[in-house]
T-cell receptor
């Protein structure tokens, strides 16, 4: 079942703008991860945030986690055309941290 | 490191035929996952192994699907007999328990088309 649901389903922005994607989930989690998938390729891990963390940064990526609202957001700052891809959140539950449930994804298009 | 290797990259077969997908995880990784991705259902976990032992196969859709991991460097996903609704991209991913990280490394996928 799809626990993580991303919002929006599709996002189109201009190069240089920031992109924000949201993820909601239903059950108690151990960790939440974000992955990127370029067209026709496998998924690439971007960042992981644990349930006891509220914010994490990695380069141009910023992830927040609100366990009370069961939601997370991924912010990509100063977007580039190369950021065009689908972005998925994935949750590892409290009972099985390594068994990930993926959301439906957000298709991000960055226009040059 | 070569990353996760999957073969074949593309497979076209007729309904009723047996299909075998192959995966070589990253050396040293002790977890291996098989996923299926479709437009309708998204990315679904089919089965995963820890130290070559199947841990959870509740995502395997039917008895037509089977997976094995005879050793730490090789796994197969078999569909017999195949049906058109099995058409999807199948991903293999691996993960290492050392270091306490849960991130998974995905292969390039096998695009299966069953006609």
């Amino acid at each position: 079942s799809q626990q993580g649901e991303e919002d929006p389903q599709a996002l189109s922005i201009q190069e240089g703008e920031n992109a924000t994607m949201n993820c909601s989930y239903k059950t108690s989690i151990n960790n939440l991860q974000w992955y990127r998938q370029n067209s026709g390729r496998g998924l690439v891990h971007l960042i992981l945030i644990r349930s006891n963390e509220r914010e994490k940064h990695s380069g141009r990526l910023r992830v927040t986690l609100d366990t009370s609202k069961k939601s997370s957001s991924l912010l990509i700052t100063a977007s580039r055309a190369a950021d065009t891809a689908s972005y998925f959140c994935a949750t590892g539950s409290s009972g099985s941290a390594r068994q990930l449930t993926f959301g439906s994804g957000t298709q991000l298009t960055v226009l040059p | 490191d070569a990353g996760v290797i999957q073969s074949p990259r593309h497979e076209v077969t007729e309904m009723g035929q047996e299909v075998t997908l192959r995966c070589k995880p990253i050396s040293g990784h002790d977890y291996l996952f098989w996923y299926r991705q479709t437009m309708m259902r998204g990315l679904e976990l089919l089965i995963y192994f820890n130290n070559n032992v199947p841990i959870d196969d509740s995502g395997m859709p039917e008895d037509r699907f089977s997976a094995k991991m005879p050793n730490a460097s090789f796994s197969t996903l078999k569909i017999q007999p195949s049906e058109p609704r099995d058409s999807a991209v199948y991903f293999c991913a691996s993960s290492a328990s050392s270091g306490g990280s849960y991130e998974q490394y995905f292969g390039p996928g096998t695009r299966l088309t069953v006609t």
